[in-house]
C-alpha cells in the first residue's frame, strides 16, 4: 500500500474511532495528556512551574501552573498535542526500534508526571489505562504491527488536536481560547481557527513527504 495512503486511512479511521464511543477513551485520553503537559512543559520553560494535572473520562482535562508566560503557557495546549502527534508518527515511519523508544520514552513521560502532578483517583485511574495500552502494545505487539499501531497513535493525536478546538465555540467564552482572547487583542474564534489550522497543516505537511519506512 502507498504510504500517502495509507496516511489517509489512518486519519479516517482516527475520525471514526474518535466517534465511537468508550472504544476510543485511551486514544482520546493520551491526546488531552499530551494537551495538559504541553501547558506544563511550556510554564516550566518560560519560568514557571506545574502545580497538577487533572484529566476527566470526558476527554477534557486541566493542568494548573504557577508563574511563566501566560500567553505562551496557554497556547502550548493545543499546538504541543499536535507536535507530539507528529514526533510519534514521524519517528513510528523511521524505524521499528525508534518507535518501541517513543513508547518508552511516553510511558515514562505518563508514569514520572503521574507520581509528581496526579492527585485525583480520576486521574490516576486514566493514567494507568494510558500507560497500561502503551505497556501491552510493546510487550505483545510483534513486527511491523507495533510501528503501525504507533504511526495511528500520532495521527489520532492529530486529528484529535484539529477537532478539539471547535468544541470552544460554544458562547461560554471559557477555555484556552477565552484565555488568549483576553490577554491579546484577537477574538476567540481566530485561535480556533490557528489551533485547528496548524493540527490540519501539520497532517497535510506529513501526507506530502511520505516516503517508504527506513528497514531497521
Given at each position: 500500500?502507498?504510504?500517502?495512503?495509507?496516511?489517509?486511512?489512518?486519519?479516517?479511521?482516527?475520525?471514526?474511532?474518535?466517534n465511537?464511543?468508550?472504544?476510543?477513551?485511551?486514544?482520546?485520553?493520551?491526546?488531552?495528556?499530551?494537551?495538559?503537559?504541553?501547558?506544563?512543559?511550556?510554564?516550566?520553560?518560560?519560568?514557571?512551574?506545574?502545580?497538577?494535572?487533572?484529566?476527566?473520562?470526558?476527554?477534557?482535562?486541566l493542568?494548573?501552573?504557577k508563574?511563566?508566560?501566560?500567553?505562551?503557557?496557554?497556547?502550548?495546549?493545543?499546538?504541543?498535542?499536535?507536535?507530539?502527534?507528529?514526533?510519534?508518527?514521524?519517528?513510528?515511519?523511521?524505524?521499528?526500534?525508534?518507535?518501541?523508544?517513543?513508547?518508552?520514552?511516553?510511558?515514562?513521560?505518563?508514569?514520572?508526571?503521574g507520581?509528581?502532578?496526579?492527585?485525583?483517583?480520576?486521574?490516576?485511574?486514566?493514567?494507568?489505562?494510558?500507560?497500561?495500552?502503551?505497556?501491552?502494545?510493546?510487550?505483545?505487539?510483534?513486527?511491523?504491527?507495533?510501528?503501525?499501531?504507533?504511526?495511528?497513535?500520532?495521527?489520532?493525536?492529530?486529528?484529535?488536536?484539529?477537532?478539539?478546538?471547535?468544541?470552544?465555540?460554544?458562547?461560554?467564552?471559557?477555555?484556552?481560547?477565552?484565555?488568549?482572547?483576553?490577554?491579546?487583542w484577537?477574538?476567540?474564534?481566530?485561535?480556533?481557527?490557528?489551533?485547528?489550522?496548524?493540527?490540519?497543516?501539520?497532517m497535510?505537511?506529513l501526507?506530502?513527504?511520505?516516503?517508504?519506512?527506513?528497514?531497521?
Amino acid at each position: 500500500m502507498k504510504t500517502q495512503h495509507q496516511f489517509i486511512l489512518f486519519a479516517i479511521g482516527a475520525f471514526i474511532l474518535s466517534n465511537i464511543p468508550i472504544v476510543h477513551w485511551p486514544f482520546s485520553w493520551l491526546e488531552t495528556y499530551f494537551h495538559e503537559i504541553s501547558h506544563g512543559l511550556a510554564a516550566v520553560l518560560s519560568g514557571g512551574s506545574i502545580e497538577r494535572i487533572v484529566l476527566h473520562f470526558n476527554g477534557s482535562g486541566l493542568c494548573y501552573t504557577k508563574g511563566g508566560w501566560q500567553p505562551l503557557v496557554t497556547f502550548a495546549g493545543y499546538t504541543g498535542a499536535v507536535a507530539w502527534g507528529a514526533i510519534i508518527y514521524i519517528g513510528a515511519r523511521a524505524r521499528e526500534t525508534i518507535s518501541r523508544w517513543l513508547a518508552v520514552v511516553v510511558l515514562g513521560m505518563i508514569l514520572i508526571s503521574g507520581i509528581l502532578y496526579a492527585r485525583d483517583i480520576i486521574t490516576i485511574l486514566i493514567m494507568f489505562v494510558i500507560s497500561g495500552t502503551l505497556y501491552l502494545s510493546f510487550r505483545y505487539v510483534i513486527g511491523d504491527i507495533f510501528p503501525r499501531f504507533m504511526e495511528f497513535a500520532g495521527i489520532y493525536v492529530m486529528v484529535s488536536a484539529a477537532q478539539a478546538p471547535l468544541d470552544l465555540i460554544d458562547g461560554r467564552h471559557y477555555g484556552d481560547g477565552a484565555t488568549l482572547a483576553n490577554v491579546t487583542w484577537l477574538p476567540e474564534i481566530i485561535w480556533v481557527l490557528i489551533w485547528s489550522g496548524i493540527a490540519i497543516g501539520s497532517m497535510v505537511l506529513l501526507w506530502r513527504q511520505q516516503k517508504a519506512p527506513v528497514t531497521p
